[in-house]
Antibody, heavy 120, light 107 residues
Framework: QVQLQQSGPGLVKPSQTLSLTCAISGNTVSSNSVTWNWVRQSPTRGLEWLGRTYYRSKWSNDYAESVKSRITINPDTSKNQFSLQLKSVTPEDTAVYYC??????????WGQGTVVAVSS | ETVMTQSPATLSVSPGERATLSCRASQSVSSNLAWYQQKPGQAPRLLISGTSTRATGIPARFSGSGSGTEFTLTISSLQSEDFAVYYCQQYNNWPWTFGQGTKVEIK
């Protein structure tokens, strides 16, 4: 059974960078059969896929067009985790953020969620 | 991108009754459609994938049907623990997209 444990601050100031980490147990970030994703949820935008990282003989990333210029998702093989960085945040980035293991397009295992507020 | 539209937004049902939730895709997603259940303060949980295949541990009262652009999630006899928000998600066309959800509430 895969478990995902999220960590990171719940409050970020406008224009700063949102940083979250997702620690993986029960699988490895280097698995070549899954992808490691970030999704956020807000009342205005619903469930919004943000991006993913995955290993298929090399590391690759895909990002949603809505955040493509601001987002970075990185794997950390030494700690078996992956991270999200979202730059230049605004109040519109206020949401619950989830890390998710996706298998063949299906969002199977979810982290517990992190409520992130963007406010000064 | 493929837009997923769920209806109704809210469904009021009495315990023991049947609930029927709909999900429509703006273009064909074949049978690559999943359903998730979300309770307050929790992450979404996978219920069904491949339109009709229940995830491990999901009771048989949950069933899914459809293909192409029209899909249905049926809860045959609502239990107290089934009152929640349900989301559909397509994984046929990139990027994967979610519907806006249907809230199933107690009538």
């Amino acid at each position: 059974q895969v478990q995902l444990q999220q960590s990171g601050p719940g409050l970020v100031k406008p224009s700063q960078t949102l940083s979250l980490t997702c620690a993986i147990s029960g699988n490895t970030v280097s698995s070549n059969s899954v992808t490691w994703n970030w999704v956020r949820q807000s009342p205005t935008r619903g469930l919004e896929w943000l991006g993913r990282t995955y290993y298929r003989s090399k590391w690759s990333n895909d990002y949603a067009e809505s955040v493509k210029s601001r987002i970075t998702i990185n794997p950390d093989t030494s700690k078996n985790q992956f991270s999200l960085q979202l730059k230049s945040v605004t109040p519109e980035d206020t949401a619950v953020y989830y890390c998710v293991e996706v298998i063949s397009g299906i969002f199977v295992y979810w982290g517990q969620g992190t409520v992130v507020a963007v406010s000064s | 991108e493929t837009v997923m539209t769920q209806s109704p937004a809210t469904l009021s049902v009495s315990p023991g009754e049947r609930a029927t939730l709909s999900c429509r895709a703006s273009q064909s997603v074949s049978s690559n459609l999943a359903w998730y259940q979300q309770k307050p303060g929790q992450a979404p949980r996978l219920l069904i994938s491949g339109t009709s295949t229940r995830a491990t541990g999901i009771p048989a009262r949950f069933s899914g049907s459809g293909s192409g652009t029209e899909f249905t999630l049926t809860i045959s006899s609502l239990q107290s623990e089934d009152f929640a928000v349900y989301y559909c998600q397509q994984y046929n066309n990139w990027p994967w997209t979610f519907g806006q959800g249907t809230k199933v509430e107690i009538k």
